[in-house]
Every structure is written in C-alpha cells, then in structure tokens.
C-alpha cells in the first residue's frame, strides 16, 4: 500500500524549526498530563461543534454500528457495561478516520419489564425511574467519551416511538401474524406475569430468578412460525459467531421424520407418535403420553384414576423449560393402557410423564430406552424393557450401561437385520407409508411468540373487544392508543392488567359499530419495542411512518450489531422475524437485520464474582475516571482481553495503563522537544529508516487488529512503539521523520484515547480534529517481514507445516499449532499435557 498521510507540514504549512517551537510552547504550557482538565474541556467543545452528527451523503461509504438497546432498569452503568460501549466508540471512529459515513447512535429500551420491576422495587413511578435512569447512562456515556450522534436519541416509552410499535401490531393483525388464544403460559409469581418460552431459563424467570409455573390465560401471540423455514436457512447469509447460530438453529428445532399411528389394545382409538430414528422402531418398549395429552383421561383405566390425576396436577405447575431440562430426573405413571408397536405387533405399557410435551411433535413418544437417554433414564427407574436394536461399534452382546444415540447396524429387528441404520429409516418409512400407517414430516421445535403482558409498562396492544363486531384493530389514525398515567401501576394478583381497574382507559367506543366497547388492557412485552429500533434510528423524527424510506435504503441493514450472547433466542429471533414480515410487505429492500455480529464478554469484579450491587462489588465508571481519567479506562477497557472473552477487572492493571498514557504524553510533550532545543538534528539515514519501518510495522498491526476487535493486541503494539521510540530518543533523527512518526502515533492512539489525542493534535500544531484526520495507511515494502515454515508436531510424530513470520512468540506459536485442521484430527478429545518449543522452527503438542 502507498502511505496516504502526508504529516504534519501538509496540514499546518509549516517547517520542522517552527513544529519545533509549538512543541517547546507545549512544554512551557503543561508539563503535567491533567486528564480531568483535558477531558472536561474537548468534552465541551465536541459537544458544541456537534462534532458527531451523522447525516446522509454519496461522498462516503455508509457504516451503521449499532449497539444492543440498553434497558435502564439501574441507576448507572458498570466498568461492565463499557466492555461493550468502548470497543464499539472506538471502532466507529476508527471507520470515520477510514472514510466512512458512520452511524452509530444511541437510544433506551426503557418499555418492558427490567425497567418496571426496578421501578416497583424503589417504590417510584417507572415513568420517573427511566427518565432519571436515561439521563444518567446519557452523562455516563459522554463521560467516557462515546461519539453517539445524540440528535437520534430515541426512547421505546415515548409516545412519538411507540405509537409505531402499535402500528407494527396491526401490521401483523392484518398479515395474519398477530391472534389471540387461550393457552398455558409460563407464570411468573413474583413478577405476576406472563413469560414467552424464551424469557424461562432453567425454569426460573428471566428477570427475578424466581420458579415458573404455569397457568391458562387468553394471550396475544405472534405468529413467528409462519417464518421458520427462513428463519433457519437465512442464517446461512449472515457473519454471526457460531455460537449464536447454533443456538437459533437449536431454538428453531428442524427435524425430518415420520409421523405414524400406534393402534390401542380394546380400543378403536389410535395415537399418533413422531419420531426422527424409525430405524429403533423394533426397540420401542413403552409410549410416553404428555401430561396434558387430550387422550390421557379416556385411556386411563379406573384403578390408575388417581395417581395420574396427582401426577398431572403436579406436573401442570411446572415450566415447560424444567419439565424438558435433561439434569431432570425422569418420573412418570403408568395409565393402565397398551398400545400395539405397528411393525411386530407387540404390546406395549403406555405411560405419562413430564418429560414430553404436548408443544413439540404430536404430544406422544416411541420409548426406545437402549437408544435415547431419557427413556434410558426413564426405563431403569421403572424396570421396564432395554432392548439394543442398533449395535454400538464392538457391542459384545451385553446389557448397555448407557443409551447408545449414534448410528450403526440394525439388529433385532427383525427383516431388517445388517442394515445400516441410514438405510433403515427409509425403508421402516417407505413401509410405513406403503401400509397407510404412517407420513413422513418435518417438526419444529420453536412456537410462536406469545407477546402480551399482564403489567403496565408497555406499549398497550392497539384492540379493542365489541360484543357485536368481536376483535376489532385501532383504526391506524387513531394511533397512538396511550399508556395512561395511573398511581397504582404495580402487578396485580388475579393476573389482569393494572389497566383493567382504570375504566376510563377500558371504556371506548367500537371504530366498526359506534357502540361501547372495551380496550385490550394487555400490554406488548419489551421485546417488541425493540425488534424494530434499528429502523427508527435512521430517521428518528419522522412523523409519516415508523422510518423514512429513503433514510433505511441509504443505512440499512446494520453492519455491525454488538451485545450479550443471552438474547440469542429473543431478540436477536423477533428482530429477525420483523424484519422478514416488513420485507413482504414492501416496506424494506433487505431480508435480514444485520450483517455482522458479536458478542462482547463479560466483565467481572476483583473478587472475581459478577458484579452486582447486593454483591456490593460494582466499580462505576464515574469512580475510575475521576481517579485515572476517561482515556485510561477506555485504554484499559481493551487491553484487558480478547474482547469476546470474560475478564476481571484489576486496578493494578489500570494502573499500568495509566503510566503507559503518562509515557505517551511525556514523549511528545516534553522528552523530543527538550533534545531538539539541546542540540542540533543530524540525520542519521540508518535510525531514521528503522524509526520510519516501525511506523509502518506498527500502522499495519493496529489497523488489522481494529478490522478484526483485536484491540487488546492493538494497545499492546501501541506500547511497543512507544517503548521504541523512546529507545531512539539518544539518535539523530530527523526532526521531519521524528514528527510524523509522532503525528502517526497520535493518530493511531485517537479511537482508544480520544481526549489526549485531541490535546496532543491541538499541542503539536494542527488545525482541526484529530477525529476527522484520515486513517494513515502502510508501506508493504517497509513491513516486509521474514517468513519461516514452522513444523507442528504431536507427540513427536511430524502433523503439519505451516509458513508464518520469523520471531513470532512462543504463545502465537502455540495458537497456529492448535489450530491446524491436521493437528487438531490428533489432538480432539485429548488432553493437551505441554507443549515444546524451538524458536523459528518447531513445536511440540503432548498429549494423552
């Protein structure tokens, strides 16, 4: 690459005598790195320049980097919280000094229920909790220096944001996608409300960590299903950690199978089973019913009555999420019914138990113990039959100590003994199909999106019921239908809506028939609110539609979107499935919501424990900068880790990072200008030429490392510069070569430490920001480097060459072994014991 920057006499007009005189003017001005003068001042002038105002243009590539809508459900944010905000600020400004149009705004989920259920626990209106709240994280986030255009701030609980999430309601009212049902919800007694599947962990509420049972409500759901074949095969389009993608893929439950009928033994009742493995058939011993299971009560044969109705009624109070955990103990009944197994004729004991649910497949399983782990579980605890009809490889013959899941040959099975299992499942299939038994199928495991919400805080649900007309919508003029401002907001404990109890709210007139009728008093969850954000931010003050047409073609869709891992299934899901619905109904041009995304780790305490107030272990970031300043933390922040992996937070660490800014300001500062006043500048052409190789060496290794977020190892090449430059204070550099070396390292450290690079920038003579500077750009023939073929070894036996550059370090060396498609086939379920090193050469792995 040619280098586009030219220094600092192209920007200032002038020669090395007069750089010379501003940086002797710096020292007599500010010795001393004073950060909270600093930043308190560029603070203030990049506010009133607007400095960060984004707006459309044709010059510049767009780059729209988002961060995950924040809840202000705290009083502020943690050195936490800025894991995430920092690395995203300083990649934005790094792609505004690369050229590009950016977009990075900001705004607050403040609907839904973190921000009410922190508002109950204060006893304050959450009206006024998420005003103070917002306007807190707003301070915050300027006082770390985050380069937000705040002209786009936008707020979920404001009636001008969500009279656009009712409109999206009656979008999907209209598309079919939005119904109302009676339905067994998860309930959360301590919230007092009702969770989507995707709001259980564990079976404990999202939020409170408090159990979950269930209770039958008539609910709002949204018809995500509707979109489930997209939704897993477009997941193929988009840069996503696997992690993430394997956990959609895993919500979404794709499975291909048969679905067939087991006939009753003295009945002229069936039940359907599915099953993705009939190649076990010959190994069912046993069905298991759902508790719930609509033929449960008629098959239950009268001495059976009453343990299966205890069972039922505790198994009801259960989540759906604890009743599928497979730490779960398996526990069932016996109904005193048999069925007949279809290919031998058998009959088989028919049970109920938790374990299966009635929301995935037909409500009904084929038991086959010897082949899947829960009916191995279930089997041994009731002495039932284990019969091996797939043979693991070298079966000798004897009872299995575990549920055998993998593929094999078929025995016991009578024809179909010595298939393979792949072959058995479509010949059992095509016999099952040829007899009229049976259908091949594809299930699901994901259901719809159950959407409302017995509590206040929230977009109200745009219906209204008419005891002539039914359900009728809002009429769209109509809208927004407005959250009313009650006293008792606070859940109540039959399970309706504080809404309910406030009549002139409730009481309207129907828009079809002109008689009274009742508002919906069923709020929509948060996470509708925010399955659309990201369009508002493009044009958040228009008035004629939720985002002007013109503005999303130009952003859209998001290239960057950053956050936690634990919205993989919630709105990282709903926000995709909005986006589809918008893109069929022309109101978009993408498919998908955002190109890129990743996941940040998390930050924990000194202690080592997440921080959290009742662990009184929360650092602010308030506490860090009046003590160390905003560039530190922000410089700190990054260089702590690998940004997707979890890290501790350590002062001693701060600390370091605090005399490596000190050492930075003390190199431009005081150090070079004190040297040049001392003694003429004779340019000694070998030490210029190594200063100008590790400029560019240095440019390179920043600049890849902030396309990849590696920006633990960007600060640390940053250190190492410095560290050289001060090696070559004693030689005769040429003040032209040391000042744009020194111009480079400003402008390499701005994105992390924006505030001492402004300063710095202003200090050696330049007009203008430092953040509106171009990104310099390498030499490639200055940053050549010498290559070797570094031999990986496992256990002394040659697995893989590999060429990479000479001098790498023992710990990259281990990077690139462990790596290595053909190391890994050695080392894959083993444990690595050491490893052995020869620099520029080889490596060793050990292991047993």
Known sequence: MEERFSGREEVVGSSPIISTIFFIIGLIIME????????????????????????????????????????????????????????????????????????????????????????????????????????????????????????????????????WTQWFFLLLYKRGLAYRAKAPVNW?????????????????????????????????????????????????????PEKIVLMQRNWIGRSEGIEFDLKIKNSVKTISVFTTRPDTIYGMTFVVLAPEHPLVDELTTSEFKDSVETYKSVAYQKSEIQRLSLEKEKEGVFIGAYAINPINMEEISIYIADYVSMTYGTGAIMAVPAHDERDFEFAKKYNLEIRVVISPPDWDGKPLEEAYTGEGVMVNSGEYNNFHSKDGINKICDYLEREGIGKRKVNYRMRDWLISRQRYWGAPIPIIHCGDCGIVPVPEEDLPVLLPDIEKYQPTKTGESPLAKVPEFVNTVCPECKKPAKRETDTMGGFACSSWYFLRFTSPHYTDGPFEPDKVKYWMPVDLYVGGAEHAVMHLLYARFWTKVMYDSNLINFYEPFNRLLNQGMMHAPDGRLMSKSKANVISPDEVVDKYGADALRAYELFLGPFEQDAIWNDRGINGVFKFLKRVWRLIIKERPLIFKQKPSINDEDSSKEVQKMMHKTIKKVTMDFEKFKFNTAVAALMEYVNFLYSKLDKNISEEVWFKT???????????????????????????????????????????????????????????????????????????????????????????????TVPNKLINIVVK
């Open 32 to 163: 001393k790195y004073d950060p909270e003068k600093i930043e308190e001042k560029w603070r203030k002038i990049w506010q009133e320049n607007k400095l960060y105002k984004t707006e459309e243009t044709k010059e510049k590539p767009k780059y729209y980097c988002l961060d995950f809508f924040p809840y202000p459900s705290g009083d502020g944010l943690s050195v936490g919280h800025c894991k995430n905000y920092i690395p995203t600020d300083v990649f934005s400004r790094f792609k505004r000094m690369c050229g590009f149009n950016v977009l990075h705004p900001m705004g607050w989920d403040a609907f839904g229920q973190p921000a009410e259920q922190e508002a109950i626990s204060k006893g304050i209106h959450p009206k006024i909790t998420t005003a103070k709240y917002t306007a807190n994280y707003k301070r915050q986030l300027n006082l770390i220096g985050a380069s937000y255009d705040w002209e786009r701030e936008i707020n979920s609980s404001h009636p001008d944001y969500y009279k």
């Open 188 to 240: 959360c007694p301590n919230c007092l409300t009702v969770l989507a599947n995707e709001e259980v962990e564990d079976g404990k509420c999202w939020r409170c960590n408090g159990e979950v049972i269930k209770r039958d409500l008539m609910q709002w759901f949204f018809k995500i299903t509707a979109y489930v074949d997209d939704l897993l095969t477009d997941l193929e389009t988009i840069d996503w």
């Open 742 to 836: 020194i111009d480079i390292l400003i402008i390499l450290l701005a994105p992390i430490a924006p505030f001492m690079a402004e300063e710095l920038w202003e200090k050696t003579g330049h007009k203008g920001s430092i953040h509106m500077q171009s990104w310099p750009e390498w030499d490639e023939k200055l940053v050549f480097e010498e290559k070797f073929t570094l031999i990986i070894q496992v256990n002394g036996k040659l697995r893989d060459k590999v060429e990479t550059l000479v001098g790498i370090s023992d710990e990259e060396m281990k990077e690139i072994a462990v790596k290595s498609p053909n190391a890994q086939k050695f080392i894959k379920n083993k444990k690595i014991i050491k490893f052995v």
